[in-house]
Nanobody
């Protein structure tokens, strides 16, 4: 019912920038929240940033002031601009689409894209 295609990511030096993009194919519209999560080796998946249909945003403390999430409702897409990258930002980044009202069946995930920040 929801398919997510991610793009972006790659290898960058510390202090550099990258942009991630995610496009959602949705069969039936419902209010939703789109966002990005990340998972580093040996760690649990953690929230990076989310944005609602109305533009309300939420960021992890570790990325505030460095990352900016945005969305295009007409295109069902979300982007993540990552600036001042640090080695600890290295992880696989996953796009998330959460339909509302939320149940456990309303989370959809992209395939993940690797972000590697070298020191």
């Amino acid at each position: 019912q929801v398919q997510l295609v991610e793009s972006g990511g790659g290898l960058v030096q510390a202090g550099g920038s990258l942009r991630l993009s995610c496009a959602a194919s949705v069969s039936t519209f419902r209010l939703n929240v789109m966002g990005w999560y990340r998972q580093a080796p040996g760690n649990e998946r953690e929230l990076v940033a989310t944005i609602s249909n109305g533009g309300s945003t939420n960021y992890a403390d570790s990325v505030k002031g460095r990352f900016t999430i945005s969305r295009d409702n007409a295109k069902n897409s979300v982007g993540l601009q990552m600036n001042s990258l640090k080695p600890e930002d290295t992880a696989v980044y996953y796009c998330n689409y959460r339909r509302l009202p939320y149940t456990s069946r309303d989370d959809y995930w992209g395939q993940g894209t690797q972000v590697t920040v070298s020191s």
